[in-house]
């Protein structure tokens, strides 16, 4: 590994290996002090880190109670937080303002926070249909309820909401369904398939929605639902399901071995590699790149499934995530390592 120390921890590059690819590395942007077990989600530019019975933002280092409640979600300047199935959500304005509670009609099934607001999936025994709205610090901006569907996972991307899950047909047949949601509460594209198992989970790309199911995963195009391709293996693993650009990354059992394998444009297997120890799999800084997480370090993966630069942080990694701009480590011992991708051009 080679590592270029600038002045202090607190802003160590990760210079690329030599002769690996010439993109910028990362950035060690700061260490934070977290209780052992604290969980983190990269949230609108930020982070919401999980601390037991509190959750804190950062930057800002906002805290707020949210004992009993596992949903939580923020936009740029609102923080959302609710119990699975309960009708009240706690509003807290970012970074200060005061907390207000909103009630609804349907219990809260997931969050998924946005810059334009949280998206709020409700679920009531007296609607065949799950409801969607979104919130902001004004309260609700626009309700949907989509006609005889349950969806099962809701992600983002930079334009729109995409949900996935199944709708009931007249007959009674259940059918997966893929749709995008505009943060103005249009339905912009629907997409079923014709898959007879129900789908395990989605990840969004820049032009690639990735869905999968139990032995295949099909690619979509996020302006319109298309289909890109489709990629068959038996015994998909559930663990790793990620896009960058028009690339999907996903992890196979192979005996012991773990895979991961990286599928492009028309469904071809571009390459596949061993994975030793997989925490998690991210997005990496540029297009087609991967991050890989492992128990003791990190590594990029470039186009090619090549090394670029490997990292090996303070302690074990139990827990990351990131967004292709900012990653965090969430360290054995509750620290939490925060990297960022530099701006273009920098040296």
Do not use: C
Not at 213 to 238: C, H, K, M
């Amino acid at each position: 590994m080679l590592v270029l120390a600038l002045a202090s921890f607190n802003g160590l590059y990760l210079t690329p290996r030599p002769g690996g690819t010439s993109s910028p590395a990362l950035i060690v942007k700061q260490v934070l002090s977290a209780q052992v077990g604290a969980t983190v989600e990269v949230a609108a530019g930020g982070l919401l880190i999980s601390e037991g019975p509190r959750v804190r933002s950062w930057p800002g280092g906002l805290v707020l109670d949210v004992e009993g409640r596992d949903l939580i979600a923020a936009s740029g300047d609102l923080l959302v937080a609710a119990e699975t199935g309960s009708n009240l959500l706690t509003l807290q304005p970012l970074p200060n303002g005061s907390a207000s509670q909103l009630s609804l009609e349907g219990g809260a099934v997931s969050l998924t926070g946005h810059e334009a607001g949280v998206l709020v999936q409700l679920r009531s025994e007296e609607r065949e249909g799950d409801t969607l709205l979104l919130v902001d610090p004004r309260g609700v901006l626009w309700s949907k309820e989509v006609a005889r569907a349950r969806f099962f996972q809701v992600t983002r991307a930079e334009k729109y909401f995409f949900l996935v899950g199944v709708k009931a047909q007249a007959s009674g047949q259940l059918i997966p369904l893929n749709l995008a949601l505009s943060p103005a509460g249009e339905i912009i594209w629907t997409r079923t398939f014709d898959v007879e198992a129900p789908p395990l989970g989605l990840f969004a790309g820049t032009q690639l929605l990735a869905v999968l199911f139990p032995s295949e995963v099909w690619a979509l195009d996020t302006a319109n639902g298309d289909i890109l391709w489709r990629y068959r293996q038996q015994d998909l693993v559930r663990a790793a399901l990620r896009a960058s650009a028009d690339h999907a990354a996903l992890l196979l059992q192979e005996g012991s071995a773990t895979l991961m394998v990286v599928i492009g444009p028309g469904g071809r297997e571009i390459w596949r590699k061993r994975i030793l120890d997989p925490v998690e799999v991210l997005p990496g800084s540029r297009p087609r790149t991967f991050l890989v997480v492992a128990q003791r370090h990190l590594y990029l993966l470039d186009e090619r499934g090549r090394v670029a630069w490997d990292y090996a942080p303070p302690g074990a990694i139990v827990g990351a995530a990131g967004d292709g701009t900012l990653y965090a480590l969430s360290l054995e011992d509750g620290r939490i390592v925060l990297l960022e991708a530099p701006v273009e051009g920098s040296e």
